[in-house]
């Protein structure tokens, strides 16, 4: 079981924040292992995840607290995993804390690939995904 | 019988050479500028002469001989003569007007007949001409040996006079018809060769020059060039008439002629000045025999080779028709060309000699030449008057050689030709007059036996034995060693006698020790003489043992617990001690219980109940201080008895020299049991100095020991050159030397390799410290001779000891115990105050070498026969040169081979030995052992190693083995030391596998470099390859420089091999522990280092070839993840990476500009460190990356364990220039992932990629590195760089399209990208001989960057 939380603040209100997250289409843009995303009735999105040399399909059931939190939880997949993003509003508004929980249990999924490596390469994916995200919001921003 | 035949097919104008020509022409081709083999004519011509008439006479003369005007060209690589190509330019005489001085003129002739000929193009003579006035000149003719030899010189010469006398008178000269000419003698040469004739002479001279062929071995003056040299002189000299008479009168007497006579002559002065029986003379025969080749010019001369045995008991007599016989031997077959004999022969080449033979004896009394010279001067028929005007000539040829026959009214007359690069005028004068005083000898008792002819004069004889003027002495002012070190005591008794590691002890408290324990063996009844033994480790305890047994009254034997227990059992059963002195009683196996043992340790508490008073013991100065044993040719060792007087005269002998005071620091660094240990003990406790006890691990790691110098400002040193080689070569190693505080360093044990000093002496000059070396033996009391080395003495390459100490003699003297030449070697023999008493329980051997000084009046006088070889210098300067018999010196240690080879043959498998020492390389000479075995018996060298190392100190144990199946025997049945072959390394069965990590890289390059053999194998031997304990010691210290770690000198006993040897420093982890850095190159210049970055897997192994072929003064680095041999979690991203090798790369360098290469995966990891760099303000120098493709081209493919582990093979293998394909297929076959893990790492091993005995936690280690790597590979994305990357692109991997011809750093960024191609693809590129371009490519980026950083700077 790995298990990572890790906290970013993002120079944008809390609504811009949440749009973009909670926006299937840009989860490929942010979290860089996911390489498609189709959404699905019932608030699932189908995603196909390239991580550490393997390429696997998920379905995750997506649930939402509007501008505060945002659930994920898999329904589909090799292994189970979920995650928690949380928003808050901090800065007068200005700015937002967003707090990422991250939870899978791979088992024997990566074979040979040593648990604490998949552990450090998730947790160096999620921060750089994390630190990604002000920039793709701004862009998202200016494209608008 | 040859069969090529074929005698002159030529039909066109080029006829191949005689075998003395070709032989010629070949010396030409190999040194154009040769003129040794210029055959020169002088003359004095008196009266009118008309130069031009002689001009016209030399042109009918080359007109009349067409082998004068011959022309030498070489047709597909064959040298022919061309006899019709003429040289159409008349002949010209160099006429000189501007010198009447005769000896300016005797300067131009020579430098004129000196000048070399160029055969293809010169006319073969010539003819100068020196005018003193109208009346007076000298006519010079030079010629090409190639063309004429003396004889048809003396042809030319008397055709020369009758041709002009003829012109001037038109009259038709009377010349003697032309019947053949020289290519009939060509053909008849040829013919010969290939007839039974010649197949018959041919095998008289191979079974005459069978066997060995010994060099001659004349002393040389000077350093011997490598390449043999033609550069020479004459020296003149004549017999008077009473001397020539009587050796005409003998040489009748003996029936031989006096040309056999004083070739024999020669031979016994050779033999005087070589020491050897077996010589080879050449001996030059006119060889025209066949009647129509008398009157014709061209070159007919062979040599023959005379070689006489020479037993020096017979007498001249009986020797002189030995020569006889030879001589008229060798001429019935003088036909066979000498040239070719060298051909069939085949001697061993050394490029710094002449082939076959180094000396000649010419008799230069032709029957031609005799009518000419007869006629010179006299003749009333011929205008030209021509007297004989000697031209030195053709010299250089030999390193010496003697030429006689002529004879000019009465007196005999001859020369020393003589080789100026080996030999000085001054010597070659000794060497005429020893020749003179021989013959004198000779014919006055020619019965005497050959040995005893005396050379030497006696005047110069009595030069000889006293020219060491017998200076002032001064005697000791005390009796006993310890009365010495007793009046320091009251002197200072405060002052700090010695120090081990951080004990020191005061003299006081040495005294008061030494008293209690004096006392204490005086209740166990030691008296004056009692022989105590004394076995304790390196420590003050040495010093307390020693000087309480003196002050017992007794004598010290040292017992050296580091020695197997054979061996001091041996000495205690020899010495029969009835006390022994130990510290700790496992040191010793006493079995006779009768022996007293003293702890002290455990008996100390009795001890120091004793007095700690001096004892009121009335020592005689001849009492016996010690008995110091030395090697023994019997097998065992033997005992050297010492007296106190001796050492303490030792002192007084030599203090005009050295001036030892109580400021001076001394070292104990040898062993007590070696006689060098007590100049060092008494040096310092006889003035009132301080000792600082080295522990045999110091002694043995420079380092330690050179810290130590330093730490207790050492102000005397003592060393075995060995020993201080060892320490130069630690302190080149050092970027400045530290602050030594020497005074002396004293040289002693063996030859001293003085040029070997260079590095030493370029660093502290030769003033401070002073550099001393000192001759000396046991026999002798520790030194005998004193030099200072100098500056200039650098320069050469001889071993001088110099002069006898004050109260010594030496006499260099030969067997029949006269004194030798100068320059001649001899034996030493030695006199004086150091004599040791004799040689415990060894009567007869004492005899034997003890001797009555036969040049003493003192009727009790003696001298000890040394067994070493010297030369003695006029300037009173001894050379040393070696050992007479099989003792050797083998790092300061006396070793007799004899003592070995008895224990050897006592091995109950061991049917025959022979042991000797071998020069492997450059005077690095080897204990080797031959050996035979028992029929139905096994051993290997390992066991006879084991064998050898239970008995015999380790400086004993040869160091190679060689099994022989049988040994060739002399014709006198004994073993032909010559025809032991040169050892062989060995590696058995080994098979040769190559370093596998860079830990094993660097131990081989050590390995290779110490042990001078390469290739070196991780699994070969240390032992086997010829290892010995001073290398070890080597090797020892290249590891602490390297990796950091000291290890003890025993770990390669243990560990001996690369492999074992690995794992050990990895094991001790201090090398790298969390650090990526690895030096792979010492540099040796204050250029900023080079860092090379891991490709993925983690090891900097792939960069040794390029490294190894880029110049040593870069430093270079390689960063390689530390986890590969340690627990630990890799970084798996590159920034990670980056962020913590700039902290290891800021250890090494603070501070910028920082060289960066990068290999694959490695380039962006350095890319991502020059980043950082950059931002956290330092400068790159350069950026270099190979073959590495930028992070836009993301090729990601899934993978399965299987497929991961398929490259995980492969890229396990690449570093090491191998190959490992296991399919992702036959992984899956495995039934789990384990089983595929054990697969790889089976066929890793059946590869010798990784070593046998690693384990599965250790390739585990290398595999977690392996997807670290690859994950961050992954991750990594290409960022924009504000500066230059020059990528070293392999142009023969194929082009991806998709990342395109500059591997997609064109779409990076970068600010400026400078492609450069290098040979190979991806993987051979880094392997020589791409590796090489390589390596070329990456310095010239590095020396462009110098170049404009330079720019920047002015």
Same mark, same amino acid.
């Given at each position: 079981?790995?298990?990572?939380?890790?906290?970013?603040?993002?120079?944008?209100?809390?609504?811009?924040?949440? #749009?973009?997250?909670?926006?299937?289409?840009?989860?490929?843009?942010?979290?860089?292992?996911?390489?498609?995303? #189709?959404?699905?009735?019932?608030?699932?999105?189908?995603?196909?995840?390239?991580?550490?040399?393997?390429? #696997?399909?998920?379905?995750?059931?997506?649930?939402?607290?509007?501008?505060?939190?945002?659930?994920?939880?898999?329904?589909?997949?090799?292994?189970?995993?979920?995650?928690?993003?949380?928003?808050?509003?901090?800065?007068?508004?200005?700015?937002?804390?967003? #707090?990422?929980?991250?939870?899978?249990?791979?088992?024997?999924?990566?074979?040979?690939?040593?648990?604490?490596?998949?552990?450090?390469?998730?947790?160096?994916?999620?921060?750089?995904?994390?630190?990604?995200?002000?920039?793709?919001?701004?862009?998202?921003?200016?494209?608008? | 019988?040859?069969?090529?035949?074929?005698?002159?097919?030529?039909?066109?104008?080029?006829?191949?050479?005689?075998?003395?020509?070709?032989?010629?022409?070949?010396?030409?081709?190999?040194?154009?500028?040769?003129?040794?083999?210029?055959?020169?004519f002088g003359g004095?011509i008196?009266g009118h002469l008309d130069i031009q008439t002689l001009e016209r006479t030399f042109n009918f003369l080359i007109e009349r001989h067409d082998?004068l005007n011959?022309?030498?060209?070489?047709?597909?690589?064959?040298?022919?003569?061309?006899?019709?190509?003429n040289i159409v330019k008349g002949f010209d005489i160099q006429l000189n007007t501007?010198?009447?001085?005769?000896?300016?003129?005797?300067?131009?002739?020579?430098?004129d007949?000196?000048?070399?000929?160029?055969?293809?193009?010169d006319r073969l003579i010539r003819a100068n001409l020196y005018q003193?006035?109208d009346?007076?000149h000298i006519l010079v003719v030079t010629a090409?040996?190639?063309?004429i030899?003396?004889?048809?010189l003396?042809?030319l010469l008397n055709e020369l006079r009758l041709m002009y006398t003829a012109f001037k008178t038109n009259?038709?000269p009377?010349l003697?018809?032309?019947?053949?000419?020289?290519?009939?003698?060509?053909?008849?040469?040829?013919?010969?060769?290939?007839?039974?004739?010649?197949?018959?002479?041919?095998?008289?001279?191979?079974?005459?020059?069978?066997?060995?062929?010994?060099?001659?071995?004349?002393?040389?003056?000077?350093?011997?060039?490598?390449?043999?040299?033609?550069?020479?002189?004459?020296?003149?000299?004549?017999?008077?008439?009473?001397?020539?008479?009587?050796?005409?009168?003998?040489?009748?007497?003996?029936?031989?002629?006096?040309?056999?006579?004083?070739?024999?002559?020669?031979?016994?002065?050779?033999?005087?000045?070589?020491?050897?029986?077996?010589?080879?003379?050449?001996?030059?025969?006119?060889?025209?025999?066949?009647?129509?080749?008398?009157?014709?010019i061209?070159?007919?001369?062979?040599?023959?080779?005379?070689?006489?045995?020479?037993?020096?008991?017979?007498?001249?007599?009986?020797?002189?028709?030995?020569?006889?016989?030879?001589?008229?031997?060798?001429?019935?077959?003088?036909?066979?060309?000498?040239?070719?004999?060298?051909?069939?022969?085949?001697?061993?080449?050394?490029?710094?000699?002449?082939?076959?033979?180094?000396?000649?004896?010419?008799?230069?009394?032709?029957?031609?030449?005799?009518?000419?010279?007869?006629?010179?001067?006299?003749?009333?028929?011929s205008l030209l008057d021509i007297?004989?005007?000697?031209?030195?000539?053709?010299?250089?040829?030999?390193?010496?050689?003697?030429?006689?026959?002529?004879?000019?009214?009465?007196?005999?007359?001859?020369?020393?030709?003589?080789?100026?690069?080996?030999?000085?005028?001054?010597?070659?004068?000794?060497?005429?007059?020893?020749?003179?005083?021989?013959?004198?000898?000779?014919?006055?008792?020619?019965?005497?036996?050959?040995?005893?002819?005396?050379?030497?004069?006696?005047?110069?004889?009595?030069?000889?034995?006293?020219?060491?003027?017998?200076?002032?002495?001064?005697?000791?002012?005390?009796?006993?060693?310890?009365?010495?070190?007793?009046?320091?005591?009251?002197?200072?008794?405060?002052?700090?006698?010695?120090?081990?590691?951080?004990?020191?002890?005061?003299?006081?408290?040495?005294?008061?020790?030494?008293?209690?324990?004096?006392?204490?063996?005086?209740?166990?009844?030691?008296?004056?003489?009692?022989?105590?033994?004394?076995?304790?480790?390196?420590?003050?305890?040495?010093?307390?043992?020693?000087?309480?047994?003196?002050?017992?009254?007794?004598?010290?034997?040292?017992?050296?617990?580091?020695?197997?227990?054979?061996?001091?059992?041996?000495?205690?059963?020899?010495?029969?001690?009835?006390?022994?002195?130990?510290?700790?009683?496992?040191?010793?196996?006493?079995?006779?219980?009768?022996?007293?043992?003293?702890?002290?340790?455990?008996?100390?508490?009795?001890?120091?109940?004793?007095?700690?008073?001096?004892?009121?013991?009335?020592?005689?100065?001849?009492?016996?201080?010690?008995?110091?044993?030395?090697?023994?040719?019997?097998?065992?060792?033997?005992?050297?008895?010492?007296?106190?007087?001796?050492?303490?005269?030792?002192?007084?002998?030599?203090?005009?020299?050295?001036?030892?005071?109580?400021?001076?620091?001394?070292?104990?660094?040898?062993?007590?049991?070696?006689?060098?240990?007590?100049?060092?003990?008494?040096?310092?406790?006889?003035?009132?100095?301080?000792?600082?006890?080295?522990?045999?691990?110091?002694?043995?790691?420079?380092?330690?020991?050179?810290?130590?110098?330093?730490?207790?400002?050492?102000?005397?040193?003592?060393?075995?050159?060995?020993?201080?080689?060892?320490?130069?070569?630690?302190?080149? /190693?050092?970027?400045?030397?530290?602050?030594?505080?020497?005074?002396?360093?004293?040289?002693?044990?063996?030859?001293?390799?003085?040029?070997?000093?260079?590095?030493?002496?370029?660093?502290?000059?030769?003033?401070?410290?002073?550099?001393?070396?000192?001759?000396?033996?046991?026999?002798?009391?520790?030194?005998?001779?004193?030099?200072?080395?100098?500056?200039?003495?650098?320069?050469?390459?001889?071993?001088?000891?110099?002069?006898?100490?004050?109260?010594?003699?030496?006499?260099?003297?030969?067997?029949?115990?006269?004194?030798?030449?100068?320059?001649?070697?001899?034996?030493?023999?030695?006199?004086?105050?150091?004599?040791?008493?004799?040689?415990?329980?060894?009567?007869?051997?004492?005899?034997?070498?003890?001797?009555?000084?036969?040049?003493?009046?003192?009727?009790?006088?003696?001298?000890?026969?040394?067994?070493?070889?010297?030369?003695?210098?006029?300037?009173?300067?001894?050379?040393?040169?070696?050992?007479?018999?099989?003792?050797?010196?083998?790092?300061?240690?006396?070793?007799?081979?004899?003592?070995?080879?008895?224990?050897?043959?006592?091995?109950?498998?061991?049917?025959?030995?022979?042991?000797?020492?071998?020069?492997?390389?450059?005077?690095?000479?080897?204990?080797?052992?031959?050996?035979?075995?028992?029929?139905?018996?096994?051993?290997?060298?390992?066991?006879?190693?084991?064998?050898?190392?239970?008995?015999?100190?380790?400086?004993?144990?040869?160091?190679?083995?060689?099994?022989?199946?049988?040994?060739?025997?002399?014709?006198?049945?004994?073993?032909?030391?010559?025809?032991?072959?040169?050892?062989?390394?060995?590696?058995?069965?080994?098979?040769?596998?190559?370093?596998?990590?860079?830990?094993?890289?660097?131990?081989?390059?050590?390995?290779?470099?110490?042990?001078?053999?390469?290739?070196?194998?991780?699994?070969?031997?240390?032992?086997?390859?010829?290892?010995?304990?001073?290398?070890?010691?080597?090797?020892?210290?290249?590891?602490?420089?390297?990796?950091?770690?000291?290890?003890?000198?025993?770990?390669?006993?243990?560990?001996?091999?690369?492999?074992?040897?690995?794992?050990?420093?990895?094991?001790?982890?201090?090398?790298?522990?969390?650090?990526?850095?690895?030096?792979?190159?010492?540099?040796?210049?204050?250029?900023?280092?080079?860092?090379?970055?891991?490709?993925?897997?983690?090891?900097?192994?792939?960069?040794?070839?390029?490294?190894?072929?880029?110049?040593?003064?870069?430093?270079?680095?390689?960063?390689?993840?530390?986890?590969?041999?340690?627990?630990?979690?890799?970084?798996?991203?590159?920034?990670?990476?980056?962020?913590?090798?700039?902290?290891?790369?800021?250890?090494?360098?603070?501070?910028?500009?920082?060289?960066?290469?990068?290999?694959?995966?490695?380039?962006?990891?350095?890319?991502?460190?020059?980043?950082?760099?950059?931002?956290?303000?330092?400068?790159?120098?350069?950026?270099?990356?190979?073959?590495?493709? /930028?992070?836009?081209?993301?090729?990601?493919?899934?993978?399965?364990?299987?497929?991961?582990?398929?490259?995980?093979?492969?890229?396990?293998?690449?570093?090491?220039?191998?190959?490992?394909?296991?399919?992702?297929?036959?992984?899956?076959?495995?039934?789990?992932?384990?089983?595929?893990?054990?697969?790889?790492?089976?066929?890793?091993?059946?590869?010798?990629?990784?070593?046998?005995?690693?384990?599965?936690?250790?390739?585990?280690?290398?595999?977690?590195?392996?997807?670290?790597?690859?994950?961050?590979?992954?991750?990594?994305?290409?960022?924009?760089?504000?500066?230059?990357?020059?990528?070293?692109?392999?142009?023969?991997?194929?082009?991806?399209?998709?990342?395109?011809?500059?591997?997609?750093?064109?779409?990076?960024?970068?600010?400026?990208?400078?492609?450069?191609?290098?040979?190979?693809?991806?993987?051979?590129?880094?392997?020589?001989?791409?590796?090489?371009?390589?390596?070329?490519?990456?310095?010239?980026?590095?020396?462009?960057?110098?170049?404009?950083?330079?720019?920047?700077?002015?």
């Amino acid at each position: 079981m790995i298990s990572i939380k890790q906290t970013f603040y993002l120079d944008h209100n809390i609504k811009d924040v949440y #749009e973009f997250v909670n926006d299937s289409g840009n989860e490929v843009d942010w979290v860089s292992s996911v390489k498609q995303v #189709e959404q699905l009735a019932n608030d699932q999105l189908k995603l196909l995840y390239d991580f550490l040399g393997r390429k #696997e399909t998920f379905v995750m059931q997506i649930t939402t607290e509007a501008y505060h939190l945002r659930k994920y939880t898999s329904t589909e997949g090799v292994f189970p995993m979920k995650g928690e993003q949380r928003f808050e509003s901090i800065k007068n508004g200005n700015a937002t804390k967003f #707090e990422w929980y991250f939870e899978m249990d791979p088992g024997k999924y990566f074979g040979i690939i040593p648990l604490l490596i998949i552990k450090k390469a998730t947790e160096k994916v999620m921060k750089k995904d994390g630190t990604n995200l002000n920039k793709l919001i701004s862009q998202s921003m200016m494209s608008v | 019988m040859k069969t090529d035949f074929n005698i002159d097919q030529n039909t066109s104008q080029s006829y191949p050479l005689s075998k003395e020509q070709e032989g010629l022409w070949f010396l030409q081709q190999l040194d154009p500028d040769i003129s040794a083999y210029n055959v020169v004519f002088g003359g004095k011509i008196e009266g009118h002469l008309d130069i031009q008439t002689l001009e016209r006479t030399f042109n009918f003369l080359i007109e009349r001989h067409d082998v004068l005007n011959t022309t030498f060209e070489t047709i597909e690589g064959k040298p022919y003569q061309n006899f019709e190509k003429n040289i159409v330019k008349g002949f010209d005489i160099q006429l000189n007007t501007g010198v009447s001085d005769i000896e300016e003129i005797v300067k131009c002739i020579d430098k004129d007949t000196k000048k070399p000929f160029n055969l293809s193009t010169d006319r073969l003579i010539r003819a100068n001409l020196y005018q003193k006035n109208d009346q007076q000149h000298i006519l010079v003719v030079t010629a090409h040996h190639i063309a004429i030899d003396l004889w048809g010189l003396a042809i030319l010469l008397n055709e020369l006079r009758l041709m002009y006398t003829a012109f001037k008178t038109n009259e038709t000269p009377q010349l003697k018809p032309i019947t053949a000419n020289f290519r009939n003698h060509v053909n008849d040469q040829k013919a010969l060769l290939f007839s039974e004739k010649g197949d018959s002479l041919l095998t008289y001279w191979k079974e005459k020059l069978s066997g060995e062929l010994p060099v001659l071995d004349f002393p040389i003056d000077k350093v011997r060039p490598k390449l043999l040299t033609y550069n020479g002189k004459v020296e003149r000299f004549s017999l008077d008439q009473e001397l020539s008479n009587e050796l005409v009168e003998l040489a009748k007497q003996e029936s031989v002629t006096l040309y056999m006579l004083l070739l024999g002559a020669y031979r016994i002065l050779l033999q005087r000045y070589t020491n050897q029986e077996d010589i080879l003379i050449g001996v030059p025969v006119a060889g025209r025999g066949k009647k129509e080749t008398r009157n014709i010019i061209g070159n007919f001369v062979n040599t023959i080779v005379l070689r006489s045995s020479l037993d020096t008991s017979r007498n001249f007599s009986d020797f002189v028709k030995d020569i006889r016989k030879d001589i008229i031997d060798g001429m019935k077959h003088q036909e066979y060309p000498f040239s070719e004999l060298v051909k069939e022969l085949l001697p061993d080449r050394d490029p710094a000699r002449s082939p076959l033979i180094q000396t000649a004896f010419a008799w230069e009394r032709l029957p031609v030449l005799d009518d000419v010279m007869a006629s010179l001067g006299t003749s009333q028929d011929s205008l030209l008057d021509i007297e004989l005007f000697d031209v030195d000539q053709q010299e250089g040829q030999f390193e010496i050689s003697l030429e006689m026959g002529n004879e000019v009214d009465g007196e005999l007359h001859g020369l020393f030709k003589y080789n100026t690069d080996l030999l000085s005028s001054e010597t070659v004068v000794q060497v005429i007059q020893h020749f003179k005083n021989l013959l004198r000898s000779i014919v006055k008792n020619p019965e005497l036996s050959i040995a005893k002819l005396p050379i030497l004069q006696d005047a110069e004889q009595e030069e000889i034995l006293n020219i060491w003027q017998e200076k002032p002495q001064e005697f000791p002012k005390f009796n006993t060693l310890h009365q010495g070190f007793e009046a320091m005591v009251v002197k200072n008794p405060n002052a700090i006698a010695a120090v081990y590691d951080n004990t020191e002890i005061t003299y006081d408290e040495l005294n008061k020790k030494a008293n209690a324990l004096a006392h204490h063996l005086k209740s166990l009844g030691a008296k004056k003489g009692t022989l105590i033994g004394l076995c304790v480790d390196r420590s003050i305890e040495v010093l307390v043992g020693i000087m309480g047994i003196l002050k017992s009254g007794g004598a010290y034997v040292p017992l050296d617990p580091k020695n197997p227990k054979e061996r001091l059992e041996l000495i205690i059963d020899d010495a029969k001690t009835p006390i022994i002195i130990t510290q700790g009683k496992e040191k010793i196996a006493i079995v006779d219980d009768q022996i007293e043992i003293v702890d002290l340790d455990m008996d100390w508490p009795l001890i120091e109940t004793n007095s700690d008073e001096n004892l009121d013991l009335v020592t005689g100065k001849d009492e016996l201080a010690y008995v110091i044993y030395t090697s023994g040719s019997t097998g065992k060792p033997k005992g050297v008895l010492n007296t106190h007087h001796n050492v303490l005269r030792l002192f007084t002998a030599t203090d005009h020299w050295y001036k030892f005071s109580e400021n001076d620091v001394w070292t104990l660094f040898h062993t007590y049991a070696f006689d060098v240990s007590v100049w060092e003990i008494w040096g310092a406790l006889l003035y009132g100095g301080k000792l600082a006890v080295v522990s045999y691990e110091v002694s043995r790691t420079p380092e330690l020991f050179y810290d130590l110098l330093v730490d207790k400002k050492v102000t005397v040193l003592s060393q075995t050159p060995s020993a201080f080689k060892q320490l130069i070569e630690y302190e080149v /190693s050092l970027a400045a030397p530290k602050d030594l505080s020497l005074s002396y360093v004293v040289f002693g044990g063996e030859a001293l390799d003085i040029p070997a000093l260079k590095p030493w002496v370029e660093r502290h000059g030769d003033q401070s410290p002073k550099l001393i070396n000192m001759y000396g033996i046991t026999e002798t009391t520790v030194h005998t001779t004193y030099r200072e080395i100098v500056k200039e003495d650098l320069l050469s390459p001889k071993s001088m000891v110099g002069q006898p100490i004050t109260d010594m003699k030496i006499h260099l003297l030969d067997g029949e115990l006269n004194p030798v030449p100068y320059g001649v070697t001899g034996e030493i023999y030695v006199g004086g105050e150091g004599l040791a008493v004799k040689y415990l329980n060894r009567e007869e051997l004492t005899a034997e070498r003890f001797i009555k000084d036969p040049y003493s009046t003192d009727a009790n006088a003696r001298l000890y026969k040394s067994g070493d070889l010297a030369q003695l210098y006029k300037n009173g300067d001894l050379k040393y040169i070696g050992r007479a018999d099989t003792q050797v010196k083998i790092r300061g240690f006396r070793i007799e081979l004899g003592e070995i080879q008895t224990l050897l043959t006592a091995h109950p498998s061991i049917k025959n030995a022979v042991v000797t020492t071998k020069n492997i390389n450059d005077n690095d000479i080897r204990i080797v052992a031959y050996y035979s075995i028992e029929e139905e018996k096994e051993v290997t060298d390992k066991d006879l190693r084991n064998y050898l190392v239970n008995r015999l100190p380790d400086y004993m144990i040869p160091s190679i083995f060689m099994e022989m199946e049988s040994f060739a025997l002399t014709i006198n049945g004994k073993i032909d030391y010559r025809k032991l072959p040169m050892p062989e390394i060995k590696r058995d069965d080994v098979e040769l596998i190559l370093p596998r990590d860079v830990v094993e890289l660097e131990l081989q390059k050590i390995w290779e470099k110490t042990l001078k053999i390469s290739p070196i194998g991780v699994k070969d031997d240390f032992f086997q390859l010829g290892g010995h304990s001073m290398l070890a010691v080597s090797i020892m210290s290249d590891i602490k420089l390297l990796f950091g770690d000291s290890f003890a000198i025993s770990v390669l006993f243990q560990y001996p091999t690369i492999e074992k040897l690995g794992e050990i420093i990895r094991e001790k982890k201090e090398i790298a522990k969390g650090s990526p850095l690895v030096r792979l190159q010492k540099g040796k210049s204050d250029k900023h280092p080079v860092f090379c970055i891991h490709p993925i897997g983690g090891n900097v192994f792939c960069y040794s070839p390029m490294v190894e072929s880029i110049k040593d003064e870069y430093e270079i680095y390689g960063l390689q993840v530390p986890y590969l041999y340690e627990d630990g979690t890799p970084h798996i991203t590159v920034e990670d990476i980056a962020t913590d090798y700039i902290d290891n790369i800021k250890s090494v360098q603070e501070e910028g500009p920082y060289h960066l290469v990068g290999y694959c995966f490695g380039g962006l990891i350095a890319t991502e460190i020059a980043h950082q760099l950059k931002e956290q303000g330092d400068q790159i120098g350069t950026l270099n990356l190979l073959d590495t493709r /930028s992070p836009l081209y993301d090729d990601a493919e899934e993978f399965d364990d299987a497929i991961l582990l398929s490259w995980f093979a492969r890229d396990l293998a690449l570093p090491y220039g191998k190959t490992l394909t296991i399919s992702p297929e036959e992984l899956r076959e495995c039934e789990s992932v384990d089983k595929m893990f054990e697969l790889v790492l089976s066929r890793a091993k059946n590869e010798h990629i990784v070593t046998d005995d690693i384990n599965q936690d250790q390739m585990r280690r290398y595999l977690d590195v392996y997807i670290s790597n690859g994950t961050a590979l992954s991750l990594y994305e290409a960022k924009p760089y504000n500066g230059r990357i020059n990528l070293l692109r392999a142009v023969h991997e194929p082009l991806i399209e998709q990342i395109g011809i500059n591997l997609g750093w064109d779409r990076c960024e970068v600010k400026d990208l400078k492609v450069y191609d290098v040979p190979g693809n991806h993987n051979t590129m880094m392997y020589n001989p791409n590796a090489i371009v390589l390596a070329g490519t990456l310095q010239k980026v590095l020396a462009e960057y110098k170049e404009v950083e330079t720019a920047v700077l002015l």
